[in-house]
């Protein structure tokens, strides 16, 4: 079974500073990835999901990109942080394939942006 | 572009009493549906999902949800709920085969009341 790591767990930047969140998956090879922002309230937001290296499909307009330097590895990156991106960070891994439509989820990364 | 409706933002609940919650999903083509839930603390886990076949889906700890197609709905239930279910239950749904896109409800947080 897969495993999805993110780090860090926690982070608090001041606004205008660089923001870089990573998500490793392991027990798995040509997974989807998925980075969401969960608020109270609000559910999830899609913000990137990527079939492979380098391909990235953005979902919502914002200061946030993503990138996928390697398989199992997915970058959630800002050049300069809002306040409006305060939040909860999730990363998601599908398997690749017909009848694995289930994503599973990462442990999150609660970003404060002060 | 599809969305899910979860009804209720806060659902309270003395133990032993029996839940339902609601889900409402926009799209009228195949879907596939999920329930996830959050524990306090801890990650987004898969309750549940519906692919095809029997409409009626038995999830871990005793959870059940019901596709009506007609209904557009795919509703949680269980019979009689424990403290141990307090958490925030995610409705998702993910159109079709070959989408990469899962849309999530807003959430239903379910408190029970020992």
């Known amino acids: 079974s897969q495993t999805i790591h993110q780090w860090p767990a926690t982070l608090v930047q001041p606004v205008g500073s660089p923001l870089s969140l990573e998500c490793t998956v392991e027990?798995?090879?040509?997974?989807?990835l998925y980075w969401y922002r969960q608020a109270a309230g609000r559910g999830l937001q899609l913000l990137f999901y990527?079939?492979?290296?380098?391909?990235i499909s953005s979902e919502v307009p914002q200061n946030l990109s993503a990138s996928r330097p390697q398989d199992r590895q997915f970058i959630l990156s800002s050049k300069k942080l809002l306040l409006s991106d305060s939040g909860f960070y999730l990363c998601?891994?599908?398997?690749?394939?017909?009848?694995?439509?289930?994503?599973?989820f990462g442990p999150g990364t609660r970003l404060t942006v002060l | 572009a599809q969305s899910v409706s979860q009804h209720n933002h806060h659902v309270i609940l003395s133990e032993a009493a029996s839940l339902e919650l609601g889900c409402n999903y926009s799209y009228g083509g195949t879907v596939n549906l999920f329930w996830y839930v959050q524990y306090p603390g801890q990650h987004l886990q898969l309750l549940l999902k519906?692919?095809?076949?029997?409409?009626l889906v038995k999830g871990i700890k005793g959870f059940e949800a019901e596709f009506i197609k007609s209904k557009f709905s795919f509703n949680l239930r269980k019979p009689s709920v424990q403290w141990s279910d307090t958490a925030e239950y995610f409705c998702?749904?993910?159109?079709?085969?070959?989408?990469?896109?899962?849309?999530f409800g807003k959430g239903t947080k379910l408190s029970v009341i020992p």
């Open positions: 027990g798995t090879s040509n997974p989807n």
């Open positions: 990527s079939v492979g290296i380098g391909q």
């Open positions: 998702a749904v993910i159109p079709g085969a070959g989408s990469y896109q899962l849309t």
């Open positions: 998601a891994s599908r398997l690749a394939g017909a009848g694995t439509d289930t994503q599973y």
């Open positions: 519906y692919f095809s076949g029997d409409p």
